[in-house]
């Protein structure tokens, strides 16, 4: 079964330009996963610093395989560019 992923992201005020682009790094290396059918970013029209990543992954194991690639990068250097952890919602397909 597919599973979609709304991914909530709140930066600090005025750190929206900066988050988008420390994210969208990456998106092309993602979209290449096994399983990744989307993995897109979208900004709030009406808050420049609130955003939500929509993710579709082809099964569950492939969506884990991804997270456990996620979590083997480096962490970010430097203070804080967000609000706390981002907010997940997971929705089977």
């Known amino acids: 079964m597919a599973l979609r992923l709304i991914v909530s992201i709140k930066a600090l005020p005025g750190k929206g330009d900066q988050v988008i682009a420390e994210a969208l790094v990456h998106v092309a290396s993602v979209r290449a996963e096994p399983g990744c059918e989307q993995y897109d970013y979208f900004r709030n029209a009406e808050d420049p610093d609130s955003f939500v990543l929509v993710?579709?992954?082809?099964?569950?194991?492939?969506?884990?395989?991804?997270?456990?690639?996620?979590?083997?990068?480096?962490?970010?250097?430097?203070?804080?560019?967000?609000?706390?952890r981002p907010t997940l919602e997971r929705y089977d397909v």
């Open 55 to 84: 993710e579709r992954w082809t099964d569950e194991p492939l969506w884990q395989k991804h997270m456990e690639l996620m979590r083997a990068r480096p962490p970010r250097q430097g203070p804080p560019i967000t609000e706390g």
